[in-house]
């Protein structure tokens, strides 16, 4: 039930395009939903996150959309740029003491040019 | 702001030795540090949670007398790799969550470091 399940695991999408990256999760405890952005040798970078209070949260070309009911989230990369190149992980936490993420498996995305 | 630093980036050690990795939150006071392994091409997986002034919680599986956590201040964590083995070469990464959540900020927000390569011979 601590699963957070990623697709896909690899993406190739065009300059300009748009990424989009899909996280369920089985967890109704879960309320803050991440999403972390991580380069070769680095350590994850918080892109944006989301609480199931909001189906949709924008901050610059990444938009999470939540779908409380199906247990879902996603990530969208608008204008896709070969700088977004990276791994991409969801995670899942729930507010307490500990607030422990849950990591999603990862989806490794190539912009090409 | 919130910036976490891990100290050293990469270490090689010989088998049986052990290592530290030291992780500091720089501009804010961290009132829980998680510790975190990678292996390649592979998710974080938690190792345990450290609360300055207590004893770290470990996940399942992870042996707390081979992986040892100090939190001694609310700006730094370590974590000591005893008698290391070629098998716990890995990349560790350390997180830290702030004392308190900034404005614009989710208390659950997570600060990660830049990691440590640890290579065992």
């Known amino acids: 039930q601590q699963q957070v399940k990623q697709s896909p695991q690899s993406l190739i999408v065009q300059k300009g395009g748009i990424s989009i990256i899909n996280c369920a999760y089985e967890?109704?405890?879960?309320?803050?939903f991440p999403w972390y952005q991580q380069f070769p040798g680095k350590g994850p970078a918080l892109l944006i996150a989301i609480r199931p209070d909001v189906s949709e949260k924008k901050e610059g070309r990444f938009t999470i959309s939540f779908n409380k009911s199906a247990k879902q989230f996603s990530l969208h990369i608008m204008d896709s740029q070969p700088g977004d190149s990276a791994t991409y992980f969801c995670?899942?936490?729930?507010?307490?003491?500990?607030?422990?993420?849950?990591f999603g498996t990862g989806t490794r995305l190539q912009v090409t040019l | 702001g919130a910036v976490v630093s891990q100290h050293p980036s990469w270490v090689i050690c010989k088998s049986g030795t052990s290592v530290k990795i030291e992780c500091r939150s720089l501009d804010f006071q961290a009132t829980t540090m998680f510790w975190y392994r990678q292996f390649p091409k592979q998710s974080l997986m938690l190792m345990a949670t450290?609360?300055?002034?207590?004893?770290?919680?470990?996940e399942q599986g992870v042996e707390k007398d081979k992986f040892l956590i100090n939190h001694a201040s609310l700006t730094l964590s370590t974590l000591t790799v005893t008698s290391a083995h070629p098998e716990d070469s890995s990349f560790y990464i350390c997180?830290?969550?702030?004392?308190?959540?900034?404005?614009?900020?989710?208390?659950?927000?997570?600060?990660f470091g830049p990691g440590t390569r640890l290579t065992v011979l």
């Open positions: 967890n109704t405890a879960f309320d803050y």
């Open positions: 997180s830290a969550r702030p004392r308190t959540s900034g404005r614009g900020k989710d208390y659950n927000e997570q600060f």
């Open positions: 995670a899942a936490s729930k507010t307490g003491t500990a607030s422990k993420l849950t």
């Open positions: 450290s609360n300055e002034g207590s004893k770290a919680t470990y």
